[in-house]
């Protein structure tokens, strides 16, 4: 059994996040394989997401210490909690590293004995330098984008017209500012062929509440509510010809991007910051352009639209790459093969020999 455990107290969401998709896809691929998989939430009874995703196994545990319970490999989610487990557990660092001192201490007091993974080379990166350790030792599983994005027909495209969607959380680490700064710009606003549509996804929380009514009030942008399911958003990306990504650089640094390449299987242009992983996830069709920019966010839209619709045969390129297929290779690789000795462990051994007596000094059984 492998054992995804999400953030204690939290339910899994549908529809929100490159890490929901991320875990649920990893369990929907692994039980297609018939390796037994399963979604584990802490604290939250049985209201815990599983109804957003029908046939996905879940287990609700009442608290975190029953994970040490758990028989197979438990990988936690995000959150690298501290809990004695039967065989070692692992952790997928989905987010950078946090900023904040106390949440600092939280982050590398449970990194200690766990086997790191990380979503991109970026964050790898990132989270070495973070907890001072040696990027060799956080392997790499890339996310993916479901079958249903590469095989999802388009419709026609209205002659002369542009659509373009914002995918991402209503949050301010995903840019929206951005994107709300580069409707206001000339080389947008004077478009009438363009036009802007905008999930809720994130509108559950109170900064996406807010800002689902600043969208909402704009006259150039659609709200549309958020999709549950891969399908339903491969027919919504279906329906757009680029999507945006103008994500925030300058406290937060998108680990990978995982809309990015479901965008691209869909057959749109990506216009993304040229910041943390999205450079990973070109498949082909991403245009990087600079982070916090609304003027460059613009002229990125404008390059797409130049580039007239996504060439057929760049779409069935991209759609060979970051499959869930690869990422789960990937991951059982990583669970199979030798474990890097965590630095903790290392630390604790030093400790003991530096504790270890002395041997005796040598002396001589020489009879003169």
């Excluded at 109804?51 to 996905?56: E, K, L, R």
Aim: charged content about 20%; glycine content about 8%.
């Amino acid at each position: 059994m492998i054992s995804f455990v999400w953030s204690p107290g939290n339910p899994l969401p549908a529809g929100t996040g490159g890490s929901e998709n991320y875990t649920v896809g990893q369990v929907r691929e692994l039980t297609r394989r018939g390796i037994s998989a399963q979604v584990v939430t802490v604290a939250v009874g049985r209201d815990d997401g599983r109804d957003g995703f029908p046939g996905v196994p879940f287990l609700s545990l009442p608290t975190l210490a029953e994970i040490g319970d758990l028989d197979g490999t438990v990988v936690f989610v995000n959150e690298p909690h501290q809990v004695p487990t039967r065989n070692p557990a692992f952790l997928i660092l989905h987010n950078p590293p946090p900023i904040r001192e106390r949440e600092r201490a939280f982050a590398v007091a449970g990194t200690r004995v766990l086997a790191l993974i990380a979503t991109s080379r970026y964050a790898a990166a990132l989270w070495a330098s973070y907890l001072d350790v040696d990027v060799a030792t956080i392997d790499v599983v890339y996310p993916f984008a479901e079958p249903c994005f590469a095989t999802r027909s388009r419709p026609g495209r209205p002659p002369g017209r542009t659509r373009v969607l914002f995918a991402g959380r209503l949050s301010p680490e995903k840019g929206v500012y951005t994107l709300l700064a580069a409707l206001h710009i000339d080389l947008i606003e004077q478009d009438a062929d363009l036009t802007f549509t905008a999930t809720t996804a994130g509108a559950d929380k109170p900064q996406g509440r807010i800002i689902e009514r600043l969208l909402g009030e704009h006259p150039a942008i659609s709200v549309v509510g958020a999709r549950r399911t891969p399908a339903a958003m491969a027919a919504l990306m279906a329906d757009h010809d680029i999507v945006v990504m103008p994500s925030n650089s300058q406290y937060w640094h998108e680990t990978f991007g995982i809309v990015s390449i479901e965008a691209q299987h869909s057959g749109c242009w990506v216009i993304a910051s040229n910041d943390g992983g999205l450079p990973e996830t070109d498949c082909g069709g991403v245009l990087l352009v600079d982070p916090d920019n609304a003027e460059a966010l613009a002229w990125g839209i404008r390059a797409a639209i130049a580039s007239g619709p996504f060439p057929l045969a760049g779409r069935r390129r991209a759609g060979t790459m970051f499959t869930v297929a690869q990422s789960v290779d990937t991951l059982l690789a990583v669970f199979t093969r030798p474990r890097a000795i965590p630095p903790a462990t290392i630390v604790r051994r030093l400790e003991e020999l530096v504790l270890a007596p002395s041997a005796e000094q040598p002396h001589s059984t020489r009879v003169w």
